[in-house]
Each structure stands twice: as structure tokens, then as C-alpha cells.
T-cell receptor, first 115, second 118 residues
Framework: GEDVEQSLFLSVREGDSSVINCTYT??????LYWYKQEPGAGLQLLTY?????DMKQDQRLTVLLNKKDKHLSLRIADTQTGDSAIYFC???????????????FGKGTKLSVIP | EADIYQTPRYLVIGTGKKITLECSQT?????MYWYQQDPGMELHLIHY???????EKGDLSSESTVSRIRTEHFPLTLESARPSHTSQYLC?????????????????FGPGTRLTVL
């Protein structure tokens, strides 16, 4: 079965880089996602990476994928207080029919940014 | 930018009441989902739909029911609310999007409904 693991908490100082790590078990995963959830809100898609890529960069965000170790990371450069949120890693997992795939989510990493 | 809406955003209700949580999206997505998010942050899929007149149960057993009469609308109903139903409920929708040679199935989420049953 699929399983996605994340550490639950991360605390960084404003201006430092944050690195949020995730491991997954389904080696056939083709897409891996990072979502951000601010307090009281839904999940906001930050970025996704296709499994044939090692890295994807989008402004302050860098996603690194190590397929051999099934390890995904999200690096946030110059972390700001507005980055404080819960970050979810998700893998596209089992085919659920009718052209649809389910997502398997990690439990989320709560990032706290210290001013 | 996703256009997916949930109402109400917050609901406090007594035990035994019937409630319906609304979810609608204006993107024409075929697939829609309901997740329950517990206080420990973990997301659990409770229902999903491939399209009109299609509904499926998710990984987590739920006493709620859903319907999909229109593409844009996917309401979730609890016939008799109990304190154990207190949770955050998140609705999402997706459509296969071409990314290179393959299609993703990126899910876009609504803002959520925080339900408290007293």
C-alpha cells in the first residue's frame, strides 16, 4: 500500500531556509505534490513534480526528488513569517477508475517561523 | 487559480440535527472529493465522485452521504449529527491536465467547513 511520511514540526528563523522532508513508499508514483494550509483554510497547491525530474524551482521554492530513496523535499528560501503554515506532501497513488487517481497525503509538517 | 467554494465556513450545531455541507466549483471539473481532517492534521478521503451520478466511498468509513446531480455541485449530508462528527471537512475537485506527455490529476481545494457538534 501507499504511505507518505513527514516530520510533524519544523521551526526556523525568519530569513533562513526551511527544508521540509517527505518519504513515500509507492515507487510507481508519477506525480508528487506539495500543498500549503494556512490556519482555518483549505489546502493550496504550491507545486508538483513529475517523477522523471530531479529538481523543480519556482521562485523561493525548490523541490528535490530522489527516486532511489523515495525522498522528496521542499526548500523555502528566505523564509518569511507568512510562510508559517502546515505543509502536506502527497503522492498520486492508486488508480481509482474513470481516469482518476487518488492522492495519498502525509500528515503534514507544521512550519513555525520565528521573527 | 481554483474556483471552489464551500459553505458554511463554520457551523456549530446540536446533536441529532441533519446538516448539509455545500461544495461547488466553477471549473467544470469532473472529479470531486470530500476529505475529513482531524485535529492531528491528517487528511482522510471519505467520498469521491467521477462525475454526475457517480459517488464512491473513500478510505475512511463515514456516516455521511453525498450526491452528484450536477457537475459543479457535490453536497455532503449528515442525517443525524453527533459530537464524533466534529471535524474540518475539505472539498476538492480535479481534472486531468496535460503536463508534458502525461496527464496530472491535480486536486484543488475549497476553504473548508469547520463543523462542531455539541
Amino acid at each position: 500500500g501507499e504511505d507518505v511520511e513527514q516530520s510533524l514540526f519544523l521551526s526556523v528563523r525568519e530569513g533562513d531556509s526551511s527544508v521540509i522532508n517527505c518519504t513515500y513508499t509507492d515507487s510507481s508514483s508519477t506525480y508528487l505534490y506539495w500543498y500549503k494550509q494556512e490556519p482555518g483554510a483549505g489546502l493550496q497547491l504550491l507545486t508538483y513534480i513529475f517523477s522523471n525530474m530531479d529538481m523543480k524551482q519556482d521562485q523561493r521554492l525548490t523541490v528535490l526528488l530522489n527516486k532511489k530513496d523515495k525522498h522528496l523535499s521542499l526548500r523555502i528560501a528566505d523564509t518569511q513569517t507568512g510562510d508559517s503554515a502546515i505543509y502536506f506532501c502527497a503522492e498520486r497513488g492508486a488508480y481509482s477508475g474513470a481516469g482518476s487517481y487518488q492522492l495519498t497525503f502525509g500528515k503534514g509538517t507544521k512550519l513555525s517561523v520565528i521573527p | 487559480e481554483a474556483d471552489i467554494y464551500q459553505t458554511p465556513r463554520y457551523l456549530v450545531i446540536g446533536t441529532g440535527k441533519k446538516i448539509t455541507l455545500e461544495c461547488s466549483q466553477t471549473m467544470g471539473h469532473d472529479k470531486m472529493y470530500w476529505y475529513q481532517q482531524d485535529p492531528g492534521m491528517e487528511l482522510h478521503l471519505i467520498h469521491y465522485s467521477y462525475g454526475v451520478n457517480s459517488t464512491e466511498k473513500g478510505d475512511l468509513s463515514s456516516e455521511s452521504t453525498v450526491s452528484r446531480i450536477r457537475t459543479e455541485h457535490f453536497p455532503l449530508t449528515l442525517e443525524s449529527a453527533r459530537p464524533s462528527h466534529t471535524s474540518q471537512y475539505l472539498c476538492a475537485s480535479s481534472e486531468s491536465e496535460l503536463a508534458g506527455l502525461l496527464r496530472t490529476d491535480t486536486q484543488y481545494f475549497g476553504p473548508g467547513t469547520r463543523l462542531t457538534v455539541l
